[in-house]
């Protein structure tokens, strides 16, 4: 029969120290066969500890271990083995961990046929079930509260590390602020957005994890349900190798996206895939964008670089008095992601090819538009800077009034002005006008000289 009852102001073992703890053991073992070197009987353990841990960045404060073991040893010094049923209890105040804090965690552990083998080195193994709950978890632009989670599966530790493979379900309460909230320069389906990431409930009920000597891995077997409390769904979904991301309802845009990749690493999520998403953004109305490309998120900014253009096809684009309707296009990748977002502030910075769109206030038709965009709003003002390469100009008008022509030039938006030099020539490349076009956006005054 052991005891132990001891205060530890401070213990250090494998990098990971006790501050200010006591712990308590009591345990009753098989007194040895000293003739045969043997060691056979029941086993009962009960240990307790409590006080502060930390190392390797991370801490736990007002923390209680509460551990029990019952089972049977057998052999020898060499060949000895331990198996039988054992639970434990960790409690804690508060965590510290790496860029977040934790709440009351409260952590469950239970196997029933736990194994300690000393033949060939020793190990510890066994079935086990965990159950898990959190108060509130805060990291930047993320809080994540009432989390509850489920695991079962098996272990193994040796001298070459651990494995473990578990499954199970999760469930909880978010609210992300990476989006900033919502403006009155804001779409319909930007400022949904923005309320849904505000606060949703998530559940997920096939949460993979595996560890491999050290090496930890998450991932999802069934779709993982978003419902914002604004209304709408998004479904994270296992597809293949990857993931496939869907979203309606609640006034949400409509987004269904495949990626075939994704890596997390040093708090950064990197997906690499496939898009359609159709949603109205800044001035554009009633969008339909169909890109490939590398989504990637990182401390509070999202940023998407295109593959290969983009497909773009618009209801309009509201410009004051100087409206444009039914644009389609191709949207194409420079040196910088074509689209970032980080609190609130977006940007699209690309190059335009095959230009379509109506000027009603022209009444002229663009084909076969090219040039470069950069449109970007920044503390809920837009702005936008253009760079006509070439475009094609048709007549629309009842009574026709030129024949077809191609435009140059420069435009941009800053203030609610818009400002646009222009130079029209005929199909053969002759000068025949420039012109300059200014225009209010907010009260439509303006004109064309």
Do not use: M
């Amino acid at each position: 029969t052991l005891t132990l009852d001891a205060a530890l102001p401070n213990a250090d073992f494998a990098g990971v120290r006790a501050g200010q703890a006591r712990i308590n053991l009591a345990a009753t073992v098989p007194y040895p066969n000293l003739d045969r070197r043997r060691a056979e009987g029941a086993v009962t353990v009960r240990a307790t500890l409590s006080g502060g841990v930390h190392g390797g960045g991370r801490s736990l404060k007002g923390v209680t271990v509460a551990a029990a073991f019952d089972g049977t040893a057998a052999g020898g010094l060499a060949d000895l083995l331990v198996q039988g049923r054992a639970n434990a209890t960790v409690l804690a105040a508060r965590a510290d961990l790496t860029g977040a804090q934790a709440q009351s965690l409260s952590i469950e552990a239970a196997s029933d046929d736990l194994r300690w083998a000393r033949k060939s080195g020793d190990s510890l193994s066994g079935a086990v079930r965990l159950n898990g709950k959190l108060a509130a978890l805060t990291a930047p632009s993320l809080t994540v509260r009432t989390v509850s989670a489920a695991l079962a599966g098996s272990f193994l530790a040796d001298r070459s590390g651990a494995t473990a493979h578990l499954a199970g379900t999760t469930a909880g309460h978010g609210a992300w602020s990476g989006l900033g909230d919502p403006t009155a320069q804001d779409s319909r389906e930007i400022a949904a957005l923005k309320r849904a990431a505000r606060g949703f409930r998530f559940e997920a009920s096939g949460l993979t994890f595996a560890l491999d000597r050290g090496a930890a891995n998450g991932d999802l077997s069934k779709p993982l349900q978003l419902a914002p409390d604004t209304g709408g769904l998004v479904v994270l979904a296992p597809l293949g190798q990857g993931y496939r991301l869907t979203s309606q309802g609640g006034g949400l845009p409509v987004i269904d996206a495949a990626a075939e990749r994704v890596i997390v690493a040093g708090g950064a999520v990197t997906a690499r895939g496939h898009a359609k998403a159709a949603l109205s953004i800044g001035p554009v109305e009633g969008g339909v964008f169909e890109a490939t490309g590398v989504l990637r998120s990182s401390g509070g900014r999202l940023s998407f670089t295109a593959a290969r253009c983009v497909a773009v096809q618009a209801a309009g684009i509201e410009l004051g008095a100087n409206d444009v309707g039914r644009l389609s296009a191709r949207f194409c990748p420079t040196a910088r992601p074509l689209l970032t977002l980080r609190g609130g502030d977006w940007r699209l910075d690309g190059r335009a090819e095959a230009v379509a769109a109506e000027v009603p206030s022209l009444q002229a038709r663009i084909e076969s538009g090219a040039g470069t965009l950069d449109l970007h709003q920044t503390a809920g003002r837009l702005d936008a800077g253009a760079v006509i390469t070439q475009a094609r100009v048709a007549d629309s008008a009842p009574t026709r009034r030129f024949q077809p022509l191609t435009l140059a030039g420069r435009a941009g938006l800053a203030k609610d002005i818009l400002n646009a030099d222009l130079a029209l020539a005929d199909l053969a490349g002759r000068g025949l006008a420039s012109a300059r076009l200014s225009s209010d956006t907010a009260s439509g005054v303006g004109g064309v000289e």
